[in-house]
């Protein structure tokens, strides 16, 4: 089992690390059909074979569903009411009733209600935000790795001086700038993750532009946008993919953080940070609310991460094996 | 190792250029100091007066080069709110941050190495997994969260600590500990994967295959040889803290340091404060960075001067 690394692909690029890993690609293109069939089997007893990887299917999956249907849940009651008299009520089991499971915040709005509620805006910004950065640093990491030269320097230094210099404080000052929104933190969040993704696809593509399939098309006269797209692209998906889920556990994190300091998801709608810096005045006496919103946070990063690190596991043995497999024939 | 150290400062000092003149086009080209600072049904005329007061009507060259020589001559500007320099106020708020920092490191420290060093020395038995999952509990839970539920379990319930504030040492616990369960969970991994690495390593398999034990082999062999990489993944967690747990916290813990006075400085709309503060957050993000290589440098000579 592969360890988590946290928000950290220097030292543990998913897939990256092994300089032999480009030699299982021999000869043929490895992209669309003979890989895949082979792969999802794969998958699938790999993961019937780890908890973690179960747990973390579970969870997410929960997390994802209460995220898409959550507003159609039968017997929850309606998260935006308000109710005075049941301003902070306890939850069941601290002399709380049925109604109102996980007790009231200081509205009177139903707990569960809000924390199902702010399920789906904690997905939603988290999807956005390293969708975006997965976009644009792929984009990056494709052009520096394939052309290299003028075009991988440029793009190199930007993205360590956007290392050294962490996008959460340039956030800071947009948010002051534009005013606190959900657009400024998804913005914020894929600032702060592109050269994630422009490093882990430049190094990759640097080591499979040599490779015969890549030769081969270019003898044929593909075109560079054609060979990206057709060679090079399918042969990144499952470590972009590893990727974007351990960016999403960050994303999610970054997320509630902006939204806990008001800088993010504003009033009218509901989000998990946001239900801790509401709830936080009321800590002395009214303990459910900031524990259960952070714990619903916890819980959904710890799903995902879980996830992550299984398909890091997955990655790590499929590569081993196929090194193996290949080394006879070479 | 002289000319190797002269260009990372050279190079230090590069990305500093390079990130304070980020936060310049930032507050001067995106947004406009003088609006930002008034509210907003401030009439034109009003917006003019300051916009004259703070210099902004001049060429915007002239503007950077002055941000550029106050910089150096550790001039941050004069902040809206409180009516003083900027740099004063910095100088004021930086130790706490600093000293809380320092606090986390130690926690950090202290949990991450033996929790390491025991999940590699019994790899995937079940020591290793329990590691794994104090790892990826405290991965995945906020800081700030964490932080709340110290304050109720130790603050309120148990009454053995100040709830938030600088008061006496042992307000500088629980805000350590917030911050450092998380990076103490991503160390531990690192640490342990570092170790697991270097015993695949044929010295370390020739070693047990005399008859060393595996732990033997760990602390006499295999330690010194990812010492350095115990700084660098030390180094980073301190990067971390830098830019984010440490406004988070200071703001959870009323923690008087640079990342609360960020927070406030966004609240009163003080931009100049605010530029203040994430040019000194990153200024001790290169610096850390820098700190890290001679580090590494110093306790392992084997490694490449680049």
């Known amino acids: 089992m592969s360890p988590p690394t946290g928000k950290t692909p220097a030292v543990n690029p998913p897939t990256v690390t092994d300089p032999a890993a480009p030699a299982t690609h021999s000869g043929l293109d490895p992209g669309a059909d003979s890989g895949e069939a082979r792969t999802l089997a794969d998958l699938r007893r790999h993961l019937l074979k780890s908890k973690a990887g179960m747990a973390g299917v579970a969870i997410t999956g929960l997390f994802a569903l209460t995220a898409i249907v959550g507003p159609w849940i039968p017997f929850i009651a309606d998260p935006a009411q308000q109710s005075l008299p049941d301003r902070l009520k306890p939850p069941v089991g601290w002399g709380g009733t049925w109604a109102h499971p996980l007790g009231t915040d200081q509205l009177g709005r139903d707990l569960l209600a809000r924390l199902i509620d702010g399920a789906r805006i904690s997905l939603l910004v988290g999807l956005a935000a390293v969708g975006l950065a997965a976009l644009i640093g792929t984009l990056l990491g494709l052009v520096a790795g394939y052309f290299g030269g003028w075009a991988d320097t440029v793009i190199s230094s930007v993205a360590d001086v956007q290392m050294a210099f962490p996008g959460v404080l340039a956030g800071l000052i947009f948010v002051l700038a534009f005013g606190p929104s959900v657009w400024i933190v998804i913005a914020v969040i894929a600032m702060s993750g592109w050269m994630v993704f422009t490093r882990v696809t430049r190094s990759l593509v640097f080591t499979l532009r040599t490779s015969l399939f890549v030769e081969a098309s270019e003898m044929s006269g593909a075109g560079s946008p054609r060979i990206m797209r057709r060679h090079l692209l399918p042969n990144l998906v499952s470590s972009l993919i590893t990727l974007i889920v351990l960016e999403l556990a960050a994303a999610i994190l970054s997320e509630s953080a902006f939204s806990f300091l008001g800088f993010g998801v504003q009033p009218p709608q509901s989000s998990w940070g946001l239900m801790i810096e509401q709830g936080r005045d009321y800590i002395t006496h009214a303990w459910w609310v900031v524990t259960f919103a952070g714990m619903a946070i916890a819980v959904a990063v710890l799903g995902v991460n879980l996830l992550s690190l299984w398909l890091q596991s997955f990655n790590d043995v499929a590569e081993r094996e196929q090194i193996i497999l290949d080394r006879p024939g070479m | ?306």
């Open chain 2, 1 to 306: 190792m002289l000319r190797w150290l002269i260009r990372r400062v050279i190079a230090a000092a590069l990305v500093v250029f390079v990130v304070t003149s980020l936060v310049f086009v930032l507050t001067h080209v995106f947004t406009d100091p003088a609006a930002v600072s008034l509210p907003l049904e401030a009439s034109e005329e009003l917006r003019e007066a300051r916009r004259e007061q703070l210099g902004l009507k001049r060429p915007l060259i002239e503007q950077y080069g002055e941000f550029a020589f106050g910089l150096v001559t550790g001039d941050l500007g004069e902040s809206f709110w409180q009516q003083r320099p900027a740099s004063e106020i910095v100088r004021e708020r930086l130790p706490a941050t600093l000293k809380l920092v320092g606090g986390s490191v130690v926690v950090t420290v202290i949990l991450a190495v033996p929790l390491g060093m025991l999940a590699a020395w019994r790899e995937r038995k079940f020591p290793d997994h329990a590691v794994l999952g104090f790892s990826m509990a405290f991965i995945s839970a906020p800081p700030f969260w964490i932080g709340y539920l110290l304050i109720i379990v130790f603050a309120v319930q148990l009454d053995w600590v100040p709830t938030f504030g600088s008061r006496g040492w042992t307000s500088i616990i629980l805000p350590s500990v917030a911050v450092g369960l998380a990076s103490a969970g991503r160390l531990a991994q690192m640490i342990r994967r570092a170790i697991v690495e270097e015993l695949r390593q044929p010295y370390a398999v020739t070693a047990q295959s005399r008859g060393f034990s595996r732990s033997y082999t760990i602390t006499h062999h295999v330690f010194r040889n990812v010492a350095s990489n115990f700084v660098t993944f030390t180094g980073w967690e301190m990067t971390r803290m830098f830019t984010g747990y440490t406004v988070v916290i200071e703001v959870v813990f009323s923690w008087p340091g640079v990342g609360l006075m960020a927070f406030n400085a966004i609240e009163q709309k003080d931009l100049i404060l605010l530029q203040a503060g994430v040019v000194v957050l990153a200024g001790l993000v290169v610096f850390t960075n820098l700190a890290i290589d001679v580090l590494r440098r110093t306790i392992d000579p084997r490694v490449e001067l680049r």
